[in-house]
């Protein structure tokens, strides 16, 4: 069975950090692509991040790029999103997704593409 587990969520002051996990298994990690994606609460889901398996290229998007960082242990099927100088307006589920890049080659995270969705880890940033 396919699974993907986001952890690492919680409440964190604006200015924290925080680590999220997302651990998978049922497939072949080393060979998927890993996306990052959160969704406000009324807002449409963004991808934000984004890392290749195939040559270790990453994608920020503009609202987090600087503060987030994506990385991959593919010895523990995991891959993280190191999230510092935390906002409240990044205040989201935070749900990573994986995705074939033999089929969808740009690592750019886009929602259609995905192949596996965990079920996201609610991150919260007070002012």
């Known amino acids: 069975e396919v699974q993907l587990v986001e952890s690492g969520g919680g409440l964190v002051q604006a200015g924290g950090s925080l680590r999220l996990s997302c651990a998978g298994s049922?497939?072949?990690?080393?060979?998927?692509?890993i996306g990052w994606f959160r969704q406000a609460p009324g807002k449409e889901r963004e991808g934000i991040s984004c890392i290749s398996k195939t040559n270790g290229f990453t994608f920020y998007s503009d609202s987090v790029k600087g503060r987030f960082t994506v990385s991959s242990d593919n010895a523990k099927t995991t891959v993280y999103l190191q999230m510092n100088s935390l906002k409240p307006e990044d205040t989201a589920v935070y749900y990573c997704?994986?995705?074939?890049?033999?089929?969808?080659?740009?690592?750019?995270?886009?929602?259609?593409?995905?192949?596996?969705w965990g079920n996201g880890t609610l991150v919260t940033v007070s002012s």
């Open positions: 049922g497939f072949t990690f080393d060979e998927y692509n």
């Open positions: 997704a994986a995705y074939d890049p033999n089929y969808y080659t740009d690592c750019r995270p886009v929602y259609f593409a995905m192949d596996y």
